[in-house]
């Protein structure tokens, strides 16, 4: 091989790593370990809730206060999660390429159920996200938020929202589905970095479980709490 020939290959193998299985796993993974670190962040500032609208608010306030730089932020996370959503479905797809023929019995030896449903998981969450951000930040779907909106008041449009049945049904459903994508998620992370081995699969896995529960009592909390007279506007 000579050196124009190595140098080609030196040239395009940046430009084509993306295509890889490898490549798209280790782009998965680090968006994956980006929203769990914003899922966690995200729920810690909503508790505030329990503090009353003061402190909530002063939250909402602060994050305001960022002004341009927070509509940067929230087009970035827009973007990885497209990218995370974008290269699950392709390695799902190519996976089922791999193997045309299903297994007459198909047996899943280390899997959960959180990681066979992980696909449609993502994509539960991904309707989701459009919709919280048409309901609690557009205002698309609910213009009557519109004044306590523009008063920065999310406490209160925390207990109108959540006062409805409907919506806060949405939610916790969303939450399970949410719980159920980062209980594998965390293990995936970990294995996409190569930090696990057999000793550390039972651990990494409780602690995927054990992550997913307090994720999915932080978020039901909050609407549980508004439908239980628990949280209130007076």
């Known amino acids: 091989m000579d050196t124009m020939q190595v140098s080609t290959m030196c040239h395009h193998r940046p430009v084509t790593a993306y295509k890889t299985s490898i490549g798209m796993k280790l782009l998965m993974g680090i968006t994956g370990f980006i929203f769990i670190g914003f899922v966690t962040g995200h729920m810690i500032g909503n508790l505030q809730v329990f503090l009353g609208a003061e402190k909530l608010n002063a939250y909402a306030?602060?994050?305001?206060?960022?002004?341009a730089l927070l509509w940067v932020i929230r087009l970035s996370l827009l973007t990885f999660f497209a990218v995370h959503i974008f290269f699950a479905i392709k390695l799902y797809f190519q996976n089922r390429a791999s193997r045309p023929v299903k297994y007459v019995k198909e047996v899943n030896v280390e899997s959960t159920f959180s990681s066979r449903i992980m696909i449609w998981s993502g994509l539960a969450m991904f309707s989701f996200v459009v919709y919280h951000l048409m309901h609690f930040t557009l205002i698309i779907t609910n213009p009557?938020?519109?004044?306590?909106?523009?008063?920065?008041?999310v406490y209160s449009m925390m207990i109108v929202g959540f006062s409805n049945y409907w919506i806060s049904a949405v939610y916790m459903v969303a939450m399970i589905f949410l719980a159920l994508h980062v209980n594998h998620a965390v293990f995936s992370v970990f294995q996409t970095f190569g930090l696990t081995n057999a000793k550390w699969i039972p651990l990494l896995r409780r602690i995927g479980n054990i992550y997913a529960l307090i994720i999915l009592a932080g978020y039901l909390s909050m609407p549980v709490g508004v439908l239980l007279n628990i949280i209130t506007l007076h």
């Open 144 to 153: 009557e938020y519109a004044v306590l909106k523009e008063n920065l008041d």
């Open 61 to 67: 306030h602060t994050l305001q206060s960022l002004g």
